[in-house]
């Protein structure tokens, strides 16, 4: 039994040791980490366009789940063709950081996107809230946000929400 006890103790010590001797920066999955993926989130969306889909090694895992209240899909080369689409079809849209919830691992990123102005109209705000899980990267993200103020800058389909919304008004 002493035995077992000193093997156990050697080898927790040689890991504490090898731990010690290469100490991560931000250790996958902590607040530090989440902290800094929160920070590129905020500038990769800081602008919509296409180039929202390069370099997404840099912000998400391999493995990454997203949903939205549209879509939902999974992997790095599905989240590319999403955001090149995205980017290509709401050009000039921003995304304004309105705040975030920041604990080791998750994230709460508050937003507003902006379209961008057309002619005599302003841009359009809609308001949304992104849960990031996080290790090194994201590994899963779902978007939140009021799928009616999107079908409400849709032309004939916001004539029909708006009647739908008059008959269940008190």
């Known amino acids: 039994m002493g035995k077992a006890i000193l093997c156990a103790a050697a080898l927790l010590?040689?890991?504490?040791?090898?731990?010690?001797?290469?100490?991560?920066?931000?250790?996958a999955g902590s607040a530090e980490q989440t902290a800094l993926i929160v920070e590129r989130f905020k500038t990769r969306f800081s602008?919509?366009?296409?180039?929202?889909a390069d370099d997404l090694e840099a912000l998400y895992a391999p493995e990454l789940r997203f949903r939205d209240p549209i879509t939902q899909l999974a992997g790095l080369d599905a989240m590319r063709r999403y955001?090149?689409?995205f980017g290509e079809t709401a050009p000039g849209a921003r995304f304004t950081i309105t705040d975030a919830v920041i604990q080791p691992g998750n994230a709460a990123v508050f937003w507003t996107m902006t379209s961008a102005a057309d002619g005599a109209k302003a841009g359009r705000e809609i308001q949304g809230v992104s849960h990031l899980r996080v290790r090194e990267r994201v590994y899963?993200?779902?978007?939140?946000?009021?799928?009616?103020?999107?079908?409400d800058q849709v032309p004939v389909v916001n004539w029909f929400t708006g009647l739908v919304k008059s008959r269940l008004a008190p």
């Open 13 to 27: 010590l040689a890991i504490v040791s090898t731990a010690a001797a290469e100490p991560a920066e931000h250790p």
């Open 47 to 52: 602008t919509v366009g296409p180039q929202m």
């Open 140 to 151: 899963e993200e779902r978007d939140y946000f009021d799928l009616g103020e999107v079908y």
């Open 83 to 85: 955001l090149k689409h």
